[in-house]
Nanobody, 121 residues
Framework: QVQLVESGGGLVQPGGSLRLSCAAF????????MGWYRQAPGKDRELVAV???????NYADSVKGRFTISRDNAKNTVSLQMNSLKPEDTAVYYC???????????????WGQGTQVTVSS
């Protein structure tokens, strides 16, 4: 089995910063893309940022210049540094991983349980 465990959400004032972290646990052969999605109330889940195993990154236009995604391949972790937060960043943030399990050598998408980020004064 594979699990993604997130941490780091919370309440922050506009203009503040938060750092989200996610660790993948289990019998993992390899991890391809890792990333973060978010879902605000009444809206569809949307991509925030993604990073390949080689370190290439892609960001939603709404977060470019404010958010930075990084990963540690040795530790199977991905992080999202969020700066200059805005009320419209309020959402549940989900960690994502395109993971190959050791037992099956098959790729599957795995998701974390979600962590709430609230930006409000």
């Amino acid at each position: 089995q594979v699990q993604l465990v997130e941490s780091g959400g919370g309440l922050v004032q506009p203009g503040g910063s938060l750092r989200l972290s996610c660790a993948a646990f289990g019998t993992i052969f390899s991890i391809n893309d890792m990333g973060w999605y978010r879902q605000a109330p009444g809206k569809d889940r949307e991509l925030v940022a993604v990073i390949t195993s080689g370190g290439s990154t892609n960001y939603a236009d709404s977060v470019k210049g404010r958010f930075t995604i990084s990963r540690d391949n040795a530790k199977n972790t991905v992080s999202l540094q969020m700066n200059s937060l805005k009320p419209e960043d309020t959402a549940v943030y989900y960690c994502y991983g395109d993971i190959v399990r050791l037992a099956t050598l098959r790729r599957s998408d795995y998701w974390g349980q979600g962590t709430q980020v609230t930006v409000s004064s």
